[in-house]
Every structure is written in structure tokens, then in C-alpha cells.
């Protein structure tokens, strides 16, 4: 039996041959009573239509760039700080309307929850610094 | 393509678009006539589709072209790697595109919905061989002695009078094979638009 490696390698050899075939015949020939203006006409059709997917493409990988920049922004962590510096900072976020926080809570909190705490609302209020896709 | 070849060994986007834009209405022909041979066998593909999709990715700078390459060799090296990789797209997909199928088969009275059963008899390396590019082309030119002729000296890499002298053909039998061959490609392009 025809390996799948020969078929390919025979038909690239028919391809590469019909390219030839076309490209040594008259323009009289290939078009063979066709109208050369209206085929023109299609073929700049063609191309304007690629332009405007190209543009299309192009505003779409950037949309994903953009997402994937974000993504990455908010995996960023918060600078490293003291647990007194976490209820500080903590402290002055309570007033902020963007955010649910008691602060009388805070002093019962451990160590550890008021760090993680502050780098959860840290990377939160990055995250509303950043545009949104709508504003790009 | 290396990242250390010099920038100008490449057409800038600008001129790829001039080089378009300067081709004549047999130019284009040429082109959808390539195509058509690169989509053989694919169901999703068209030759308008495929040269569209071709001059997205020169265009976009997705795929390059060499200085120096003419636009149809250049056409012809694209069309045929986006042609593949979607034959290949199509054959690890989950959808057998070339199924045979008998709906209905299997229905029974209750309101499930009617069965579908695999009418191919087919073994598998006569599927594989027949969804190739070129099993499909030649079954373009069955029953036509000539074309198939014609096919087999272009796959042993035998063209124009060469080829013409090995088949034992005088020009004229020769190219009326080849148009016979271009019709069939054109006439099977246009089938699988419409269906």
C-alpha cells in the first residue's frame, strides 16, 4: 500500500506542477472566455475584505493581550508589610465606601488574617485602577 | 522562518499589498484555480475562502514572503499550509466530516430521538486514502483516459511538452486534457458552494 508520506510527496509534485502548468499558459488561456475586469473586481474584493479581518485580528489579539496584562497585574502581590502596618492600612480602608470592612474587627483579627486581608484589598484596588475592556 | 534573516529579504506588508493589487483578472484566475486544488477534499473550504485566508495571513504578517518569490508560488506555498493543517484539524476533530450516515436508522415508535447509523463499508485505509488530496482529485477524472494521464505525469513531476512527449501526446490532445482536468476541479469547487 501508498504510504500517507508518498501520496503527500506525489501530490505536492502534481501541485507544484499545476502551479507551472498555470503560469506558463497565455492570460487567453486561463481565462478562457472570462470576464478579466469582473475577476479583477472579485480579487480586489478579496483583498479589501482581508484588510478589514486583518484590523479585526489585530484588535482582537490585543484585546486578549490586554486581559492577559491584567491577569497578570492582579497576581501580582501586595509589597510585603508588618501585621501593624496591615491594620493601618486596613484602618483607612474601612472608610472607603468600595469596600465592607468593620474596623472594630480589626484588633480581634490575627497576624495573619490582617496580611492576608490587606493583600486581598490591595490587588482589589488595582484592580479597579486598571481600564476596563470597554475603555480600551 | 529565522529570526537572524535581514529584514528586507521580506516583503513589507505595503508591498505585499501592492503586489495584489497589480494582479490581473488572470492572475486572480490563476490563484482561485490553485486554490481549488489545495481544497480538494476539504468539506469546509472553498477557493474564495482559502485565497481570502491566504491574504489575511500575508497581509496580517502572519506568513511572510520572500523577496524574490513570485506572488503565485508564494500564494500557492500558503494556501497549501493552511489546506493541510485544516485537513489534519478535520481528521483529529470529533466530527467525521465524511461519514456516510442513515438517519432515522434504528427509529422506534416513543419519542426519542431517530437513530443514526454508519452506512461506510469502507476499511480504514481505504477512508484514509480516499479523503487524500490526490486520490480526490484523480476520482475528479475518472473515466476521462487522459486527464488521469495528464494527473500522473504533473504527480511524477513531468509538465507541459515533457510531459506531452512521456504520454505520447501531441500538444493539442494534451492541453484539451488539461482543460478537461481544470473544468472537472471547477465544476466540483462550485458543487460543494452550493451544497
Not at chain 2, 30 to 45: E, I, K, V
Not at chain 2, 153 to 176: I, P, V
Amino acid at each position: 500500500m501508498t504510504s500517507m508520506t508518498e501520496k503527500q510527496d506525489e501530490f505536492d509534485a502534481l501541485l507544484d506542477s499545476y502551479l507551472a502548468e498555470l503560469m506558463a499558459m497565455s492570460d487567453a488561456e486561463v481565462l478562457d472566455g472570462e470576464d478579466p475586469a469582473a475577476l479583477k473586481a472579485q480579487g480586489l474584493q478579496m483583498l479589501e475584505t482581508a484588510k478589514t479581518e486583518c484590523g479585526r485580528r489585530r484588535l482582537l489579539a490585543a484585546k486578549a493581550q490586554l486581559a492577559n496584562r491584567k491577569r497578570e497585574s492582579n497576581k501580582v502581590a501586595a509589597p510585603a508589610v508588618s501585621s501593624q502596618e496591615a491594620r493601618a492600612f486596613l484602618r483607612k480602608v474601612s472608610n472607603d465606601p468600595r469596600f465592607t470592612l468593620a474596623a472594630r474587627g480589626l484588633d480581634e483579627m490575627s497576624d495573619e488574617d490582617a496580611i492576608r486581608l490587606y493583600d486581598q484589598i490591595w490587588r482589589l484596588e488595582r484592580a479597579g485602577e486598571e481600564p476596563t475592556d470597554d475603555e480600551t | 522562518m529565522s529570526s537572524t534573516e535581514p529584514p528586507d529579504s521580506r516583503l513589507s506588508l505595503a508591498e505585499v499589498e501592492v503586489e495584489f493589487r497589480s494582479f490581473s483578472g488572470a492572475d486572480w484566475k490563476r490563484a482561485l484555480s490553485l486554490a481549488r486544488f489545495c481544497a480538494a477534499g476539504l468539506s469546509d473550504w472553498t477557493a474564495e475562502t482559502l485565497v481570502a485566508e491566504a491574504l489575511v495571513k500575508l497581509q496580517s504578517g502572519e506568513r511572510v514572503w520572500k523577496r524574490g518569490v513570485p506572488p503565485l508560488v508564494t500564494l500557492k506555498t500558503v494556501m497549501r499550509s493552511i489546506a493541510s493543517n485544516n485537513r489534519k484539524k478535520a481528521r483529529n476533530g470529533p466530527i467525521d466530516q465524511h461519514a456516510t450516515i442513515d438517519v432515522g436508522a434504528g427509529e422506534t415508535d416513543d419519542a426519542s430521538p431517530p437513530g443514526i447509523q454508519a452506512q461506510d463499508t469502507r476499511t480504514p485505509e481505504e477512508i484514509v486514502d480516499e479523503r487524500s488530496q490526490l486520490r480526490h482529485i484523480e476520482t475528479l477524472v475518472e473515466g476521462d483516459e487522459d486527464a488521469q494521464m495528464v494527473l500522473m505525469a504533473w504527480a511524477d513531476g513531468l509538465r507541459g511538452k515533457e510531459a506531452a512527449q512521456e504520454l505520447g501526446f501531441d500538444m493539442n490532445r494534451y492541453e484539451a486534457a488539461r482543460k478537461r482536468l481544470n473544468t472537472r476541479l471547477a465544476s466540483a469547487a462550485t458543487l460543494r458552494k452550493t451544497t
